[in-house]
């Protein structure tokens, strides 16, 4: 499940998803499997990463590069949180895109 998401955010958000893998299999073994998915969109960090116990998912409020909140969010819930996030964001980049266009024609 973590390779398929890895790879659809790293294709869908390439500036803003940063996937962390690590070699299973052996020193000089090609297979791989993703530790930790963190997606940045404006002033949120969304991480999701392989814990003992699971998946553990968290969304964390940075500002100016320093963490100001962390929340422990369930698999549904990071993924909801993360996708209207991602569509906020294309809303009001489009709206600026918009009104540059409008200040250059």
Excluded at 37 to 42: E, L, N, Q, S, Y
Excluded at 45 to 69: D, H, M, N, P, Y
Aim: proline residues 1%.
């Amino acid at each position: 499940m973590l390779d398929a998401l890895a790879v659809r955010l790293e294709e869908a958000l390439p500036r803003a998803a940063n996937i962390r893998r690590r070699r299973v299999g052996g020193l000089f073994s090609k297979r791989t499997e993703v530790e930790q998915i963190a997606v940045d969109v404006g002033d949120l960090r969304f991480e999701l990463s392989q814990a003992a116990a699971g998946i553990a998912c968290r969304r964390t409020k940075i500002v100016r590069g320093i963490a100001l909140k962390r929340e422990e969010l369930s698999v549904q819930e990071w993924i909801s949180e993360l996708v209207g996030e991602v569509v906020r964001s294309a809303t009001v980049s489009e709206q600026t895109r918009i009104a540059l266009e409008g200040l250059v024609l």
